[in-house]
């Protein structure tokens, strides 16, 4: 029996759940540590340390009040200590054997217990607490009397263990900011790369570029996101493999479909030449169905070339209103068996840029649509202007209409209103398609005096939108 451990399960670099846990944990601690560093030093009452070269050059300038020459009377050594404290930049006080202090202004009460320990330590030293800085003692007679002289408002000492900058609680509070944001910026970035990569790639995918892969760092990482981006690559390459194998099966089903076609057709007319004429009606027949079939193939190619993102544009300057004419020519050439009366108004000069053969195939479609449905001896109008920066196409017919709850299903693909109908019903849905490639818009309403109208709007600007290939 062999025991194996996943150490990467255990590791808690190994996983997304154990480096939000880990960080957070160490971003607590050394904020926890620096906030009881901080708080010791700042926490002592008061501070004592030898004098520095600054501080012995201050008492070796400063002047001294004149009281070693006075008597031993406390009032006069008073007097003269006020006098000199309130014109001198520096105070000097006397402390005598009974530890009380002598001298205006009068300091805190805390100072005299850390003028106590000093007065106990060897030599002069420079007491701290908050703001008061002192030095000393320095021993002295006056009167015959001993005293100790301190000199008050020195030069303030650094922490022993502390940096001076540390001091303030401002600068304390953007030092554990530092830290805490400095942690927690790396966790997000470490989390949120990867996750923009594959964002970014599944837009990519989204948009028809069925090569594209995470791959990269992404894949190399030993947590979640890292068997996330391998998931997500294998399941994009399934994707590219089941969409090429549909687009070779249609591709081949088309081909095999259109060689007995084609077979058929030219048997039709080896036929019709030795045919007696009886059969002629039965052989135009088969060719009108074989026509349709022919031109279902043609339409399904098309649609699954739109569906799978394989329509690409090829845009050009191209002018609407002649592109427009030449489609409402073609169609009055149709019309005429049904004595069916199109009428057009086309402003002249429409400029957009647009893929020409896709945009003559949408709007061919919507017209032959409204022709099948028109009555005989019924009229059918196309109008062409240009308002607020679009084109606008226009095409009514006077058919029956659709329901209002069946207006938005007309471009759905293989969708027929009218079961009867012999059309495939991919015609709107192909038209749907082109519009939308080029950035446009295109509806379907009831007209109030009876009939149906499409409208198709078009940008004229949008040269750098469109989706080229």
């Known amino acids: 029996m062999t025991f194996s451990i996943n150490w990467r399960k255990i590791n808690p670099l190994g996983s997304v759940f154990g480096k939000i846990w880990l960080s957070f944990w160490v971003t607590l601690l050394l904020i926890v540590l620096a906030v009881a560093f901080v708080s010791h030093q700042v926490a002592q009452v008061y501070q004592i340390g030898a004098p520095n070269a600054s501080h012995i050059g201050l008492l070796n300038r400063v002047k001294l009040p004149n009281i070693d020459r006075l008597a031993s009377d406390r009032q006069e050594i008073i007097d003269e200590l006020d006098r000199f404290n309130s014109e001198s930049r520096f105070q000097w006080y006397l402390v005598d054997d009974t530890y009380h202090l002598l001298g205006t202004p009068k300091p805190p009460r805390r100072i005299l217990v850390m003028l106590s320990e000093m007065m106990e330590l060897e030599g002069v030293k420079v007491g701290q607490w908050r703001q008061e800085t002192w030095m000393g003692p320095i021993t002295m007679s006056v009167g015959g009397d001993m005293y100790r002289l301190f000199l008050r408002g020195v030069p303030s000492l650094p922490p022993p263990n502390l940096p001076l900058w540390l001091d303030s609680q401002w600068l304390r509070a953007i030092f554990a900011l530092f830290v805490s944001g400095g942690m927690a910026l ?119 070339r739109f569906e799978n993102e394989m329509q690409h544009l090829e845009p050009t300057q191209l002018q609407l209103d002649d592109l427009v004419r030449h489609v409402a020519e073609d169609a009055r050439f149709e019309s005429k068996a049904h004595n069916i009366l199109i009428t057009d108004q086309i402003e002249d000069t429409v400029n957009i840029w647009g893929d020409p053969q ?83 818009d295109i509806r379907a309403i009831n007209r109030p005096e009876g009939g149906l109208c499409v409208r198709i709007r078009l940008p004229l600007n949008h040269h750098g939108r469109l989706r080229q290939g």
């Open 358 to 440: 896709l945009l003559h195939s949408a709007i061919d479609n919507v017209i032959r649509n409204a022709l099948r449905f028109s009555p005989e001896n019924g009229e059918l109008s196309i109008h062409l202007t240009t308002r607020k920066g679009e084109a606008l196409i226009e095409i009514c017919d006077q058919g029956p209409g659709v329901p209002e709850d069946k207006l938005e299903r007309l471009f759905d693909p293989f969708y027929r209103l009218d079961q009867s109908n012999s059309g495939a019903g991919l015609g709107l849905n192909i038209a749907r398609h082109a519009v939308t490639a080029h950035k446009g």
């Open 186 to 304: 790396v966790l997000a970035w470490s989390i949120t790369r990867p996750i923009a990569r594959l964002r970014r790639v599944s837009r990519q995918l989204a948009g028809g570029s069925l090569d594209a892969r995470v791959g990269g760092a992404v894949n190399k990482r030993a947590d979640e996101l890292g068997d996330l981006g391998r998931d997500f690559d294998e399941m994009a390459e399934r994707l590219q493999q089941l969409v090429s194998a549909q687009q070779r099966l249609l591709s081949n089903v088309s081909h095999e479909l259109r060689s007995p076609l084609t077979r058929l057709q030219v048997a039709l007319g080896i036929v019709r030449q030795k045919a007696p004429s009886d059969l002629e009606t039965a052989l135009s027949r088969i060719e009108r169905e074989s026509d349709r079939l022919e031109s279902l193939i043609a339409q399904v190619l098309k649609l699954s």
